[in-house]
């Protein structure tokens, strides 16, 4: 029941998100954006059942379908920098099968099924809800993107965003479906569920606080985008973290995770020919902020409990591999994007 809850809660997430950062996909709003949206939701999610299924510990158990979601959520934040350099439904498609494999589907093992992949217990990291798979792998891949495919920047266009309302709307629920999500993937009413609950609504608020203070202080202005982008940090920073912090160490893990995404955002994001930074600056790094405060104020575990560096160095360690390892994956597939692009032209240029 409990992972049905999450895996029907993280499907509602990604059309939420997906609306929420039209702005940054070719064609927003188009029913053709709207299709390819879903069918790389649907590659992600099929290639994680076909390849997971048969494997003992993995197929048909709990975590099984939740981590099906988790995958097209990462599908589809995956394929948002090449969506904003192409309308090629193929290169997103070809991008988000490619990705998934040999990206998304080992480290979701790594992560979710330790035991399987024969990870002691005492090495595996501390992520309730699947950041490391999703955000910190998409984050990493989104900056290897960028990178790769700096030369070819296409022009400023018309950027299509979500009116006033609409924004609060997709603001809410995302934040409903994200704290479902996170209490489903605990896989059980238990007396951590009232923390995720908690930790889920004040590390998002002080998130949203920390962005519109940091915003105010270094461009004068506030905005409903603005408040939106720090709730994003906030439930990303908790994702990992949720269920192991006390409620102080949640507030301070969003404030961190708020300020940081804005003094970055405001610095990568003046050129337009920069968008695909929010995902590093909304994605990976208030995840990479909510992996290693975990190591630091996990109740029972963490450092200041323990004086062990030992769940602080598998958190930092996880995320220094996974993005290392995106990166370089990412790397390589963009080249082949690139070249198939360029030999039908559909590469925008300046």
């Not at 409990?2 to 609306?19: C, D, G, K």
């Not at 709990?62 to 969506?83: F, S, Y």
């Not at 480290?107 to 979710?112: E, T």
């Not at 006390?246 to 955002?265: N, R």
């Amino acid at each position: 029941m409990m992972a049905v809850l999450s895996s029907l809660a993280i499907v509602v997430i990604i059309p939420a998100l997906a609306l929420l950062y039209r702005e940054y996909i070719g064609r927003p709003g188009s029913r053709a954006s709207v299709e390819l949206t879903v069918s790389v939701a649907a590659v992600s999610a099929g290639v994680w059942l076909l390849a997971t299924g048969f494997i003992p510990g993995v197929g048909l158990t709990a975590l099984w379908l939740p981590t099906a979601a988790l995958a097209a959520l990462a599908g589809v934040l995956c394929t948002l920098p090449v969506r904003d350099r192409t309308g090629s439904v193929r290169a997103a498609v070809g991008w988000c099968l490619a990705w998934t494999i040999l990206v998304f589907v080992p480290v979701a093992l790594v992560v979710l099924y330790p035991a399987v992949v024969g990870v002691a217990p005492g090495d595996r990291a501390l992520d309730l809800g699947g950041a490391i798979p999703v955000h910190i792998a998409v984050g990493s891949s989104a900056t290897a993107w960028i990178i790769m495919a700096r030369k070819g920047d296409r022009p400023e266009q018309r950027r299509v965003r979500p009116v006033t309302w609409a924004m609060v709307v997709l603001g809410l629920l995302l934040w409903a479906g994200w704290t479902c999500g996170l209490v489903g993937l605990e896989l059980a009413f238990d007396e951590v569920t009232g923390k995720i609950v908690l930790n889920s609504v004040l590390a998002p608020v002080a998130s949203t606080v920390a962005w519109l203070v940091i915003q105010r202080i270094r461009t004068h202005t506030t905005s409903l985008q603005g408040a939106v982008s720090g709730l994003v940090c906030g439930l990303v920073a908790v994702t990992p973290t949720a269920g192991f912090l006390e409620p102080t160490w949640a507030i301070v893990t969003g404030v961190a995770a708020g300020a940081f995404g804005c003094l970055l955002t405001v610095a990568r994001l003046r050129s337009p020919l920069r968008r695909s930074w929010f995902l590093f600056s909304t994605h990976f790094l208030p995840a990479a902020i909510g992996l290693v405060l975990a190591g630091f104020f996990a109740t029972g575990p963490g450092f200041i409990f323990t004086g062990q560096v030992g769940v602080l160095s598998a958190q930092v360690a996880t995320v220094v591999v996974v993005s290392g390892w995106s990166i370089l994956v990412s790397a390589v597939l963009s080249q082949f994007v690139l070249v198939f692009l360029r030999r039908r032209h559909r590469l925008h240029r300046p």
